[in-house]
T-cell receptor
Framework: GAVVSQHPSWVICKSGTSVKIECRSL??????MFWYRQFPKQSLMLMAT?????????EQGVEKDKFLINHASLTLSTLTVTSAHPEDSSFYIC??????????????FGEGSWLTVV | DAKTTQPPSMDCAEGRAANLPCNHS???????VYWYRQIHSQGPQYIIH???NNETNEMASLIITEDRKSSTLILPHATLRDTAVYYC????????????FGDGTTLTVKP
């Protein structure tokens, strides 16, 4: 089946630094990818929609200058958390949409990436 | 995307069927019902989806009411490894791909 891979699985960074998380669709091309954030014991919250070759669309309340999204190819989207602070520590999950119609299971989730800012 | 309502938690005995309900009364005609589950510290795992007919695969069965306002996910023989948070999502139309997650149901399978 379709696979979406995230890297790194977990990362620890110092406060004030930037960290990049990659999301790759391994066996299909994804024109659209989605980034979610999940705090402990909470549900997934959509942060932004990543569109190949164009700017990402951010959900209300998500700072686009802090969470930089680049979707440079049909198989790779990156999320960069800039000037990270401890409150950015979270589980970040991406999903990728396999091309096709709007219906059917065309959405595949990555394994998630744990970010800890110290 | 239509909102969904699920009970916050359920218990099930190992080997018995687990029936997880979901209400999606505002679902629109072109939206599908999807079920995912999330085991601690992992990404969501796809289980099953359907439009209006009941569906079955190797993991589960999905029963959708005739008015499509609710559905039930059935795990026929729950195992301890089925302990997870189960999310019911409706998705389709112009926002296809964007998934709005509710709080889900925490299913605990007990020996």
């Amino acid at each position: 089946g379709a696979v979406v891979s995230q890297h790194p699985s977990w990362v620890i960074c110092k406060s004030g630094t930037s960290v990049k998380i990659e999301c790759r669709s391994l066996d299909f091309q994804a024109t659209t990818m989605f980034w979610y954030r999940q705090f402990p014991k909470q549900s997934l919250m959509l942060m932004a929609t990543s569109n190949e070759g164009s700017k990402a669309t951010y959900e209300q309340g998500v700072e686009k200058d802090k969470f930089l999204i680049n979707h440079a190819s049909l198989t790779l989207s990156t999320l960069t958390v800039t000037s990270a602070h401890p409150e950015d520590s979270s589980f970040y999950i991406c999903s990728a949409r396999r091309g096709g119609g709007p219906a059917g299971n065309t959405i595949y989730f990555g394994e998630g990436s744990w970010l800890t800012v110290v | 995307d239509a909102k969904t309502t699920q009970p916050p938690s359920m218990d099930c005995a190992e080997g018995r069927a687990a029936n997880l309900p979901c209400n999606h009364s505002t679902i629109s005609g072109n939206e599908y019902v999807y079920w995912y589950r999330q085991i601690h510290s992992q990404g969501p795992q796809y289980i099953i989806h359907g439009l209006k007919n009941n569906e079955t695969n190797e993991m589960a069965s999905l029963i959708i009411t005739e008015d499509r306002k609710s559905s039930t996910l059935i795990l026929p023989h729950a195992t301890l490894r089925d302990t997870a948070v189960y999310y019911c999502i409706v998705r389709g139309g112009t926002n296809a791909g964007k998934s709005t997650f509710g709080d889900g149901t925490t299913l605990t399978v007990k020996p």
